[in-house]
């Protein structure tokens, strides 16, 4: 159980860290400081993705135990596993106001220092938390109307929600494969180191270019505030349909890495 809980927690996190890179971006082009906030969003991106990999020390476990009584049992923990996806991405979605008023301050604060320690001594203190709180923004309903997805790409978004469920499912249902496969157990996480490594380039080639370019013509005035707005809130939202969507990948999934591993 606390295997679980720590599993879910950390999960959580990764998700609502990526989500909340967003804010980063949308900060830096109000502010006009582009390049520090693709420095830090890059950051945050980076830890976010390499520490799914780590997602799989907390989660074998579960695979483990359940292969040797029913492997079945796991299917219940990994369900835990990717509802506390949506959970983190949820959350970053209902802080994304405060995220962005915050990350400006942050923006300031690292190109004052230059470097993301001093930075962080320079924030982490009481005084900083105090006056953090004059920066909370509570969403609004309305923000919901706007978000109709004229002028963003349909691709994009569908896209999107595609790679963001293959990401989220990929350690888990290679997990779930070797739990009836205990003896292939290395290749399943092989594949699961495969099938991230697919989503994670997708998302380098297919979709990071296309953000950046849509960026690049907020910042030169050839698109508006507004649609950087709706840009942003429809990529996170179609990150919140693909944590969903991988829920619905799970068992396929694993039974298709099952299927390959039994062709050697």
Same mark, same amino acid.
């Given at each position: 159980?606390?295997?679980?809980?720590?599993?879910?927690?950390?999960?959580?996190?990764i998700h609502?860290?990526?989500?909340?890179a967003?804010a980063?971006?949308?900060?830096?082009i109000?502010?006009? !400081?582009?390049a520090?906030? %693709?420095s830090?969003?890059g950051m945050?991106? %980076?830890?976010?993705?390499?520490s799914?990999m780590f997602?799989?020390? %907390?989660t074998?476990?579960i695979?483990? @135990?359940a292969?040797l009584?029913?492997p079945?049992?796991?299917l219940?923990?990994?369900r835990?596993?990717?509802?506390?996806?949506s959970v983190?991405t949820?959350?970053?979605?209902l802080?994304?106001?405060t995220?962005?008023?915050?990350?400006?301050?942050m923006?300031?604060?690292f190109?004052?220092?230059?470097?993301?320690?001093l930075m962080?001594?320079?924030t982490?203190?009481?005084?900083?938390? !105090?006056?953090?709180k004059?920066?909370?923004?509570?969403p609004?309903?309305?923000?919901?109307?706007?978000?109709r997805?004229?002028g963003?790409? !349909?691709r994009?978004?569908v896209? @999107?929600?595609?790679?963001t469920?293959?990401?989220?499912?990929?350690?888990?249902?290679?997990?779930?494969?070797?739990?009836?496969?205990?003896?292939?157990k290395?290749?399943?996480?092989m594949?699961?180191a495969?099938?991230n490594?697919i989503?994670?380039?997708?998302?380098?080639l297919f979709?990071?270019?296309?953000v950046?370019?849509?960026?690049?013509?907020?910042?030169?005035?050839?698109?508006?505030q507004?649609s950087?707005? !709706?840009?942003f809130?429809l990529l996170m939202?179609?990150? %919140?349909?693909?944590?969903?969507?991988a829920?619905?990948l799970?068992v396929?999934?694993?039974?298709?890495?099952r299927w390959?591993?039994s062709?050697?």
């Amino acid at each position: 159980m606390t295997m679980l809980l720590l599993a879910c927690l950390f999960t959580l996190l990764i998700h609502a860290s990526e989500t909340a890179a967003y804010a980063v971006r949308l900060a830096g082009i109000r502010i006009g !400081k582009l390049a520090v906030a %693709l420095s830090l969003a890059g950051m945050i991106v %980076l830890v976010s993705r390499t520490s799914n990999m780590f997602q799989g020390m %907390l989660t074998a476990g579960i695979a483990d @135990n359940a292969g040797l009584t029913d492997p079945h049992l796991a299917l219940a923990p990994f369900r835990y596993v990717l509802i506390s996806s949506s959970v983190g991405t949820a959350i970053a979605i209902l802080l994304f106001p405060t995220l962005v008023a915050l990350s400006a301050r942050m923006i300031a604060h690292f190109e004052v220092t230059g470097s993301i320690p001093l930075m962080l001594k320079a924030t982490a203190n009481i005084h900083s938390v !105090k006056r953090a709180k004059r920066h909370i923004r509570l969403p609004r309903l309305e923000m919901l109307s706007r978000l109709r997805v004229g002028g963003v790409p !349909k691709r994009l978004i569908v896209l @999107n929600v595609a790679v963001t469920a293959i990401y989220t499912v990929g350690v888990l249902a290679a997990l779930y494969a070797s739990a009836f496969t205990p003896d292939g157990k290395s290749q399943a996480t092989m594949s699961s180191a495969l099938i991230n490594g697919i989503a994670t380039i997708i998302m380098t080639l297919f979709l990071d270019p296309r953000v950046a370019l849509l960026t690049d013509r907020a910042m030169s005035g050839k698109a508006s505030q507004e649609s950087m707005n !709706k840009m942003f809130g429809l990529l996170m939202l179609s990150r %919140l349909a693909g944590t969903i969507l991988a829920q619905v990948l799970l068992v396929p999934a694993a039974a298709f890495i099952r299927w390959t591993l039994s062709l050697y």
